[in-house]
């Protein structure tokens, strides 16, 4: 953002990261920090922004599709499409899923693959969504956990459990709704041309909405304080 901001490709107007040309939203970012974006900005020398102290390592939120796609360009990168993200959770396993909501009953199936990256394991040591415990829940303008937090360690006395998918990728369930490259198709229903598919659940998601089929459709413009992003490359 300073690189785009002090070659004037992008201007911040009340808060706004906004393009130079096409007024394009890309990010909500406050100049006293938002107690949520992570990210502060000082005019000085010509302006640049910096992760508020103790949030170097979460990730970036407040950034709408437009923001999150071009900066994967500038470094030869793109979002993942919903195919790609759902794969890279879910893994190739053969074995039919079972996910139980509640404690009546019999579990539900979900079809190939686990609901969860690591399993068909539901405790709030595995990954941050509402009513986790995680010890940045009840951290007043946090929410959200650094990158990689639930990895198996033990950290400031809370015990994780590693969330890693098959592919071992981690935070693909929880902490940020992560965009993904393609417009929102409901599965019964017809194409949603301004929506953008979201995946994973955030820190103040329930669980259900956490699991690797879980998607949903989010206007490109928009910014959340639990909706990020993640790029990919070709090979």
């Not at 785009?4 to 201007?11: A, G, K, V």
Request: charged share 20%; hydrophobic share 35%; proline share 7%.
């Amino acid at each position: 953002l300073t690189e785009l901001l002090q070659s004037r490709w992008i201007r911040l107007i009340d808060g706004q990261a906004r393009s130079s040309v096409g007024d394009t939203l890309f990010a909500s970012i406050y100049p006293d920090g938002d107690e949520h974006s992570g990210i502060e900005f000082a005019a000085a020398g010509g302006g640049f922004f910096t992760p508020r102290p103790g949030r170097e390592n979460h990730p970036v939120v407040e950034v709408t599709w437009h923001g999150a796609r071009r900066f994967a360009a500038r470094y030869g990168r793109r979002l993942p499409t919903e195919a790609e993200w759902e794969k890279a959770a879910r893994g190739t396993s053969g074995e039919l899923g079972y996910f139980r909501f509640d404690n009546a009953g019999e579990p539900d199936s979900v079809g190939i693959g686990f609901p969860f990256p690591w399993g068909s394991e539901l405790h709030p040591s595995y990954f941050n969504y509402l009513g986790s415990g995680d010890p940045f829940e009840t951290t007043v303008g946090v929410g959200t956990a650094p990158s990689g937090f639930f990895d198996g360690a033990v950290r400031g006395g809370f015990t994780t459990r590693s969330n890693a998918s098959p592919y071992g990728i981690l935070d693909l369930a929880g902490n940020v709704s992560e965009w993904c490259l393609d417009t929102f198709v409901a599965y019964h229903g017809g194409a949603s041309p301004n929506l953008k598919v979201v995946r994973g659940g955030g820190w103040r998601s329930q669980p259900h909405w956490c699991q690797t089929f879980w998607r949903a459709g989010l206007p490109p413009g928009l910014t959340d304080n639990q909706v990020g992003f993640r790029t990919a490359a070709s090979q």
